[in-house]
């Protein structure tokens, strides 16, 4: 929030991010229905680190290009 640039940058780029997330999700849970390989606890286990990690990717990539694409004021990095 430094910059108005970086700003739109980041609300474009993780708006990407979570998209992919969201297709990946929906892959592997019609995968889980037709496949039911697990049950019970490690089911549960397995679904809430994917819900987990599906936050934290794109906050930490948009994080990463952020600091790839810009300085520590927002200006764009030549």
Sequence with gaps: ???QASW???QAYS???FQETGIVLI???LLRIMLPLWS???EVLMSLGLVIV???Y???RTEYALGKFFDADGNKRA
């Design 1 to 3: 929030m430094r910059s």
């Design 8 to 10: 739109d940058f980041a």
């Design 15 to 17: 708006g990407k991010r």
């Design 27 to 29: 892959i592997l849970s």
């Design 40 to 42: 019970g606890e490690l």
């Design 54 to 56: 599906s936050i934290f």
């Design 58 to 60: 794109p906050l930490l």
